[in-house]
């Protein structure tokens, strides 16, 4: 079975906080994805990375950035964080470009 | 704009009775997936579909792709309680040359009642 974790289920942070979000697939799989999920907007990807060292932009990247620096491992960094980065995360993995994601269990991040 | 609508965004169903949620996307893609999420857990797959006309089912759960009209249906045969969940459908617009980047629909949220 596919494994994708999170470092955090939970995690609260103060406005202004560096934020590190960790995600790890025990699958080798090539591609990496961040979301966002709020309330009535669905799945927001915000950064995915197709090979180690690299990464694209999403749908909503401002405000974060990324580091994929081993296979298996995808950080998500919030640089200076805001109340509207409040949001519940979602790490997701897929073998290739024409496979399906899987995702992780979720870190539900709240800045005060 | 690549865009993905799902409707209905609520609904509410009796344990015993048939629906379907339908699912619109805004341009050519034949890559389209469900997920299903339940309270507080993650998202998990239900079904993939890759081409037009794919049919594909798993228990009461029924998955289908009409590339032409741009729609997949998702239908709920003889609904249960343990169908109470979040589904998304979620397209990949770039037919898999884009690292498998999906667009997300905001989610229909399923209560089956008794």
């Known amino acids: 079975d596919v494994k994708v974790t999170q470092s955090s289920r939970y995690l609260v942070k103060r406005t202004g906080e560096k934020v590190f979000l960790e995600c790890v697939q025990d699958?080798?799989?090539?591609?990496m994805f961040w979301y966002r999920q709020d309330p009535g907007l669905g799945l927001r990807l915000i950064y995915f990375s197709y090979d180690v060292k690299m990464k694209e932009k999403g749908d909503i990247p401002e405000g974060y950035s990324v580091s994929r620096e081993k296979k298996e491992r995808f950080s998500l960094i919030l640089e200076s964080a805001s109340t509207n980065q409040t949001s519940m995360y979602l790490c997701a993995s897929s073998l290739d470009d024409y496979n399906e994601q899987f995702f992780g269990p979720g870190t539900r991040l709240t800045v005060l | 704009e690549l865009k993905v609508e799902q409707n209905p965004l609520f609904l509410s169903m009796q344990e015993g009775k048939n629906y379907t949620i339908y699912c619109n996307y805004s341009?050519?893609?034949?890559?389209l997936y469900w997920y299903r999420q339940d309270p507080g857990k993650s998202l998990e797959s239900l079904f993939v579909l890759l081409s037009n006309g794919a049919v594909k089912q798993e228990g009461r759960l029924m998955a289908s792709l009409d590339t032409k009209a741009r729609l997949s249906t998702l239908h709920i045969t003889a609904a249960v309680h343990d169908l109470s969940a979040t589904y998304f459908c979620a397209v990949d617009f770039a037919g898999g040359t884009s690292y498998g980047k999906l667009t997300f629909g905001q989610g229909t949220i399923l209560t089956v009642h008794p």
């Open positions: 341009t050519t893609s034949d890559r």
């Open positions: 699958m080798d799989h090539e591609n």
